[in-house]
């Protein structure tokens, strides 16, 4: 393996991961210290869950994919992860529908499955 910087492309997958488990830290503290609803707290925690879980994965993941396919799948798995964690934010902090939610929770199921899939295939 060749670790020389300049030979590397920047990872946007690795940026928007490390991003989602950075604003899952201030989703948690929200939800801990200015959420007064109960709901609210309880939407707003697991979306912190599953962005940080999803945000940690993708960056840790997305330097050393090079398939299309594994990038595919960690491209689901950023998608899946604004989708399922944003609709619970926006109904907690915006009384918006959560209606995505669930289209988020099957992307990610689809990312994880094609991620298995990859990696079989390696």
């Known amino acids: 393996m060749n670790?020389?910087?300049r030979q590397r492309k920047?990872?946007?997958l690795a940026l928007s991961?490390?991003?989602l488990a950075a604003a899952s830290v201030g989703?948690?503290?929200y939800a801990s210290h200015?959420?007064?609803d109960s709901q609210a707290q309880s939407n707003l925690q697991t979306a912190a869950l599953f962005a940080f879980g999803h945000g940690l994965a993708l960056a840790a993941l997305a330097a050393g994919t090079a398939r299309r396919m594994g990038k595919g799948a960690l491209?689901?798995?950023l998608l899946g992860t604004v989708l399922f964690s944003g609709s619970l934010v926006?109904?907690?902090l915006w009384g918006v529908s959560t209606r995505l939610a669930p289209a988020g929770g099957v992307t990610l199921m689809?990312?994880?499955v094609l991620w298995a899939v990859d990696a079989v295939r390696r």
Do not use: E, I
Request: hydrophobic share 50%; aromatic share 8%; net charge neutral.
């Open 90 to 92: 926006g109904g907690a």
């Open 17 to 19: 991961g490390a991003l």
């Open 3 to 5: 670790y020389d910087r």
């Open 27 to 29: 989703l948690s503290a």
């Open 75 to 77: 491209s689901l798995l």
């Open 34 to 36: 200015g959420a007064a």
């Open 110 to 112: 689809l990312g994880w």
């Open 10 to 12: 920047p990872s946007l």
